[in-house]
């Protein structure tokens, strides 16, 4: 079976707006919650988010490709630039017909679905819809105008599996490269809810945190007092490389991926299994497709959403894997700091668990004040400030409404 590897990163999330911020923001445990500044929230139980900062469309694209990409679209192109140009591949070079696109949404454009819809609404009753209102709209759009802006000619779709949209896209691209369909893809995810169905949405389903007098911490995975999820916005992609093509090509690696698990709970329509067994038979599976032992794992870079009964069923699934080991392992929730990005959370997330290889850090899980009595003490959280610790294998967990659970194993490029 061929290896596969990663040869380059790209990311614009809530605490960064490229790779390099955006590790300086997690390491420095930097909170990218901030009151919504896109609508006026005055009617809204909650008023705050993880927004990008400092972003207008016109500092990447002119005003015709503004008019034909929906915001989670152009987030994810601005990643795919970063990640392509980070991976040094020469386009004159490479074989297109052997690149695929595989990028996700968990929404796809919900801005451009607001947006025409109040136009018709509080218009006079004619449909004046944008002729570009379907292709901005649907999920596998930025997948498609990926490949139309690069010329990749390979498997090109979107993955839908809510939250765990990002994550299954790079499964299935580390899938395809190891059966010999492509040689390199495009994988990742993006989205882009910040918006007045997007927080009304979620706030009806008494999803997300309403802390707006304390915005700021109001993300707090496994803190007692976590009352939801604080909505984040942008986008991350990988380029990952058969190695040998790698190698024949001189890239620098960044590591291999190494192991997958998906699985369902098969219980609820968004609440997990209250013990975890989705996750843990996810992270099982993914160790054993890696061909490690349980006791190799270093640092697992947690779903952690700081909903109530999320986390504690995460931990649950957790110390069922990983018995006495769970104690000797680092932890953390990245989305502490920028929110939950929903179908992009998984992407950014891997980018991070990378990033913890690399430079022998963990990020912090931050916000943490008060302890959760149904959470044993000794299991080591990276609580508020990172910790340095060598990794050598790490793992990636990302969870969706529906009961989708998906988990990726990252090996350090010795």
């Known amino acids: 079976m061929r290896k596969v590897v990663v ?21 420095n445990g930097v909170s990218g919650s901030e009151l919504i500044t896109r609508f006026n929230t005055e009617k809204f139980k909650t008023k705050f988010a993880c927004e990008i900062k400092n972003f207008s469309a016109t500092d990447f694209f002119s005003p015709k490709e503004i008019n034909k990409l929906d915001r989670y679209s152009q ?38 679905f607001v947006e025409n819809v109040r136009d018709f609404v509080l218009g006079d009753g004619t449909p004046r819809f944008s002729p570009f209102f379907v292709p901005k709209l649907i999920g596998d759009i930025a997948a498609g105008t990926i490949s139309i802006r690069y010329g990749f000619k390979g498997p090109n779709f979107s993955t839908v599996s809510a939250c765990a949209s990002s994550t299954n896209a790079i499964i299935d691209a580390f899938n395809y490269i190891r059966w010999g369909k492509a040689d390199i893809f495009l994988a990742g995810g993006s989205e882009a809810i910040i918006n007045e169905v997007g927080l009304g949405g979620f706030s009806g389903m008494r999803a997300i945190s309403t802390r707006n007098d ?36 001189g890239a620098r690696i960044y590591a291999e991926i190494v192991g997958s698990g998906m699985t369902a709970d098969a219980y609820h329509l968004t609440a997990p299994h209250p013990e975890g067994l989705g996750a843990s038979n996810s992270m099982r599976l993914a160790i054993e497709e890696a061909g490690i032992s349980v006791d190799m794992i270093d640092y697992i870079n947690v779903h952690g959403t700081s909903t109530p009964p999320g986390d504690i069923a995460e931990i649950k699934a957790i110390q069922r894997l990983f018995g006495e080991h769970t104690y000797s392992m680092n932890i ?16 950014i997330e891997a980018i991070a668990t990378i990033l ?59």
């Open 7 to 27: 040869t380059g990163l790209g990311a614009i999330t809530p605490i960064g707006c490229n790779v390099k911020e955006y590790w300086e923001g997690l390491r």
């Open 356 to 414: 913890t290889i690399i430079h022998g850090e963990i990020p912090p899980t931050i916000n943490f004040k008060e302890q959760d009595l149904e959470i044993d003490p000794r299991i080591n959280i990276t609580p508020n400030v990172s910790q340095k610790r060598e990794v050598r294998y790490a793992i990636s967990n990302t969870f969706g409404f529906g009961g989708h659970n998906t988990s990726i194993v990252i090996k350090r490029d010795f």
């Open 214 to 249: 304390e915005y700021k911490t109001a993300c707090r995975p496994f803190d007692r007092t976590r009352d939801g999820f604080v909505i984040g916005e942008g986008a991350g992609t990988l380029i990952l490389e058969e190695r040998e093509h790698a190698e024949a090509r």
């Open 332 to 347: 953390s929730s990245t989305k502490s700091m920028t929110g939950h990005l929903l179908g992009a959370a998984g992407a």
């Open 75 to 112: 987030f994810a192109h601005i990643a795919a630039e970063e990640a392509v140009v980070d991976s040094g591949l020469d386009l004159d070079k490479v074989d297109k017909n052997r690149i695929g696109v595989i990028l996700s949404s968990g929404m796809g454009g919900v801005d451009t």
